[in-house]
């Protein structure tokens, strides 16, 4: 096992590249990714344990929380936490707190992956996708700059009542969501959004996917689509695609990536 060790959930791969900066900055850290059960569970051993993650509807991950409770981390490691989201951070570095005391935590804003809601480029600080890259990355060798010190935050991370709301509603409009999901005939049939799918909710049937409501909405399905031949709804047909330039589909299914 690495010195450091982040545990990270990504879908469009922002908080993967993040991740992985972080981890560039810090040397020697295994990053494991959180789309599934993760692979290492002990790292009350580790220096350094970190978490990055994205905002979902105010929240973390569905099925994040699950993982976390299968870590032992305390009493010996650093702990801190990274949220990545468009417009606002939510709960989920207060939920993360709640299960696994931080040491350090901060935000990083990018492009959004929720394109049936708003544009990828609807972020704050409004930036271009190529700025709110070099702006990521900026941040994420800061964060690795006091991570590396062992840098202390002053206050816990915050749960404003609105997010609460919004993410206790979450659980129940996500997998309604999904049946929102369509194809078009540009679909090749090659199979990689089910691969993608971190609950196996996409089968092949017949040379296309079908979707399940067993759902997160990660939406790795529709932004790593090769033909862009995923809707979730009207207003993804015309909206752009997004998935972080940095970061392959083929990345997203690892089960643990090492950066020295």
């Not at 295994?30 to 599934?36: F, G, L, Q």
């Not at 990355?137 to 997010?163: G, R, T």
């Amino acid at each position: 096992m690495s010195k450091n060790v982040i545990f990270c959930f990504s879908g469009t791969g922002n908080c993967l590249d993040i991740a992985k900066n972080i981890a560039g900055g810090l040397g020697d850290t295994d990053i494991v990714m959180m789309r599934r059960a993760p692979a290492v569970t002990d790292v009350r051993f580790c220096e350094r344990v970190g978490f990055v993650f994205p905002c979902h509807a105010g929240r973390m991950p569905l099925g994040m929380e699950e993982s976390l409770r299968m870590l032992s981390v305390k009493p010996n490691p650093y702990t801190f936490g990274v949220v990545s989201y468009a417009g606002y951070p939510g709960i989920g570095l207060a939920q993360l707190n709640d299960i696994i005391p931080l040491d350090y935590w901060t935000g990083i804003s990018h492009q959004s992956a929720c394109i049936w809601l708003m544009p990828h480029t609807l972020m704050f600080p409004p930036l271009t996708p190529e700025k709110a890259q070099k702006r990521s990355a900026e941040l994420a060798a800061q964060v690795a700059a006091d991570v590396k010190v062992f840098k202390k935050a002053d206050k816990a991370p915050s749960a404003p009542l609105f997010n609460r709301i919004e993410a206790s509603a979450w659980p129940k409009i996500a997998p309604k969501k999904a049946e929102d999901f369509s194809v078009t005939g540009k679909c090749i049939g090659c199979g990689q959004c089910a691969r993608l799918c971190p609950k196996g909710n996409i089968r092949m049937i017949g040379g296309r996917p079908e979707f399940g409501t067993d759902c997160i909405q990660c939406l790795s399905c529709l932004q790593f689509c090769p033909r862009r031949a995923i809707n979730i709804g009207a207003a993804s047909e015309t909206r752009e695609r997004w998935h972080n330039p940095n970061v392959t589909a083929d990345e997203l299914n690892e089960k643990l990536i090492h950066i020295d």
